[in-house]
C-alpha cells in the first residue's frame, strides 16, 4: 500500500488534517518517542484509492537546534518511506525560516511533493498564500483542514501520483509475515530457515519495497515468506530504527495471512510487541508467537510454563493462539514454527459445513441459552459461517440485540472448542432471522 507522509513545522494543523483523513480509521500513535515526538500512522482511502497515512508529528520541546534537526529527521523519514509528501504551511504565519528549510530539503526529492497552504479559512486568505510560491515548488493548495476546504483537490492530486498497486506475486500463496520489534531474531530466522532448506524455490523481489518475499516449499506446502527485517535503514537514531520497523511491521500484516510474531525472551513481552499483536489480530490474521533466544533464558523447572502464562495474560482474551519457544541459533524448533504456521493458515481458511455447525452447536445453545434480558428469550434458530477470507460466523435469532459480549465470547470459545481455530481471531455476529 502507498504511504503519504504529512511534513511541517509544528501548529501548521498535520494533525487536525491527518484526523480528518483517516477519519474514524485506526490509528497508531508511536509512543516510543513519547516526550519529543509523536507520530501517528493510519489508513485513509479517497475515491476508491487506499494509501496510508504518516503524520511525522514534530513537537519538539526544548531549544531551536533540537527544533531543527527534528524537523530535519522528520523530512528524511518522509523522504524515506513515504510514496508521495505533503507539505504543509500555514497562511497565518507566511513563510517562515523553517518553512525555507524544509523546502530546500524537498526540493533535491524526486518523489511527489504537494504544498498544502492551510488555514485558507476564507477566500480573502487565498491572495495571502501567494508569498508561498516563493519556496520553489511551484503551484500549491490552499486548503483549511479544519473544514476540509479545498482538501478534496489535493487528494485527487496525491492520489493521482501515487504508484500503481504492484500486482500480486505470480500465485496466490499464503503469506507468512515474520514481524517483531527490531533485534528479535527475525532475519536470523528467515536466514536459519532458507540456509537449511533445499527446497527453497526462488527468491522474488518483495512486492512492496519494504519486505522480501521468500518462496518457500516444505512439508509438501509452499507459501511467501515475508521478511520484515530485510531491508536495513541508515537510521541514526534508535526510536527511528524502531519506527522504521512498525511502519514495515503494518505493512507486512496487512499483505499476510499468518503472522510469525518474534518475540526477543530476554527482553520479554513487553507493550511493542504487544501493539504488533494486536494489530495482527485487528487485522482478522492469523497469528504464532516465536519466543526466541531460548538459549540465553536460565531455565528451572517452570520458566516455559510461566513465560507461557505471561504471554497469555497480556493477550487476554484471545488466549488461543500457539506459543513456540525457539532458538534460532541452535537450530531449535525452528521448522516447529513453520508447521505450526501452516496449521494456523489451515484454521483461518476453514470452512466448516452449516449442517456440522448446527449439529454440534445448537444442543449446546439449547443447555446454555442466553440469559433472558427484560423478560424476553433469546432464540438462536441456526448458525451459518460467511464466505469470507477468515472465519467469521452468523447466529440467526429473534433478537440479535440482546446477545452480549459475554455470550458472544462463550459461543467463540464453544466454536474453538469443536473447530479449532487456534490462532485465528473467530467473528461472532448475530442476526436477525
Ligand atoms: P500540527 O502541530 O501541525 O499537527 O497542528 P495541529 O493540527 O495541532 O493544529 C494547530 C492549530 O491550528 C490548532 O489549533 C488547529 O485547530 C488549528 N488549525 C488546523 N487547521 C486549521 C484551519 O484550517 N484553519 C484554522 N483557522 N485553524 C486550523
Ligand atoms: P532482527 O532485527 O529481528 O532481524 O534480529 P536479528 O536476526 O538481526 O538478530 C539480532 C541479534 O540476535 C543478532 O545478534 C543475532 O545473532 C541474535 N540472535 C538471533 N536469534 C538468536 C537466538 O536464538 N539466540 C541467541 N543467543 N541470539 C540470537
Known amino acids: 500500500m502507498s504511504i503519504v507522509a504529512i511534513v511541517g513545522r509544528p501548529n501548521v494543523g498535520k494533525s487536525t488534517f491527518f484526523n480528518r483523513l483517516i477519519q474514524r480509521r485506526e490509528a497508531i500513535v508511536d509512543s516510543v518517542s513519547g516526550v519529543t515526538r509523536d507520530r501517528h500512522y493510519g489508513k485513509s482511502d479517497w475515491n476508491g484509492r487506499e494509501f496510508s497515512v504518516i503524520d511525522t508529528g514534530g513537537y519538539v520541546v526544548g531549544s531551536d537546534d533540537a527544533f531543527e534537526a527534528e524537523i530535519d529527521k522528520q523530512v528524511e523519514l518522509a523522504i524515506e ?21 524544509v523546502a530546500k530539503l524537498l526540493r533535491k526529492v524526486k518523489k511527489p ?62 503469506r507468512f509475515a515474520v514481524v517483531g520489534r527490531p533485534n528479535a531474531g527475525k532475519s536470523s530466522f528467515i536466514n536459519a530457515l532458507i540456509g537449511e532448506d533445499r527446497y527453497i524455490v526462488t527468491d522474488i523481489a518483495g512486492t512492496t519495497r519494504d519486505s522480501i518475499d521468500t518462496k518457500y516449499n516444505r512439508f509438501g506446502f509452499e507459501f511467501n515468506l515475508v521478511d520484515t527485517a530485510g ?9 527511528d530504527i524502531e519506527f522504521y520497523s512498525v511502519m514495515r511491521s503494518v505493512r507486512a500484516i496487512e499483505h499476510a495471512d499468518v503472522c ?24 482478522r490474521k492469523g497469528i504464532v508467537i516465536l519466543v526466541n533466544k531460548w ?5 528451572e523447572t517452570n520458566t516455559m510454563k510461566a513465560f507461557e502464562e505471561t504471554i497469555r495474560k497480556a493477550i487476554e482474551p484471545f488466549t488461543d493462539v500457539p506459543i513456540v519457544f525457539i532458538s534460532v541459533l541452535n537450530k531449535q524448533r525452528i521448522f516447529k514454527a513453520i508447521e505450526t504456521a501452516v ?17 454440534v452447536l445448537l444442543p449446546i445453545i439449547q443447555n446454555n441459552p442466553p440469559p433472558a434480558t427484560k423478560g424476553k428469550y433469546v432464540k438462536i434458530k441456526f448458525i451459518t459461517q460467511l464466505p469470507t477470507p477468515q472465519p467469521q460466523f452468523a447466529f440467526f435469532c429473534n433478537l440479535p440485540q440482546y446477545v452480549k459480549e459475554p455470550y458472544k465470547r462463550f459461543l467463540e470459545n464453544q466454536l474453538r472448542k469443536h473447530f479449532d481455530f487456534t490462532g485465528v481471531p473467530v467473528s461472532v455476529y448475530m442476526r436477525k432471522k
Open 81 to 101: 518511506e513515504a510514496d508521495a509528501i505533503i507539505f504543509m504551511v500555514d497562511v497565518e504565519q507566511g513563510v517562515t525560516p523553517m518553512d525555507e528549510d
Open 343 to 359: 496449521e494456523v493458515y489451515n484454521n483461518r481458511s476453514k470452512k466448516v459445513k452449516t449442517s456440522q455447525l448446527n449439529d
Open 113 to 174: 511533493i504537494f504544498l498544502a497552504v492551510n488555514k485558507v479559512d476564507t477566500a480573502s486568505k487565498v491572495e495571502s498564500a501567494y508569498e508561498f510560491y516563493n519556496l520553489g515548488l511551484g503551484d500549491y493548495y490552499t486548503i483549511a483542514g479544519i473544514s476540509g476546504s479545498g482538501t478534496g483537490d489535493l487528494l485527487d492530486a496525491v492520489v493521482a501520483s501515487l504508484p500503481e498497486e504492484s500486482a500480486k506475486t505470480d500465485e496466490d500463496l499464503p
Open 231 to 239: 531491508i536495513r535503514r541508515k537510521a541514526k537514531v534508535k526510536e
Open 260 to 283: 510469525l510474531l518474534v518475540v526477543d525472551a530476554t527482553r520479554g513481552f513487553d507493550g511493542q510487541v504487544q501493539n504488533i499483536f494486536w494489530l495482527a489480530q485487528r487485522n
Open 295 to 299: 538459549d540465553l533464558v536460565e531455565k
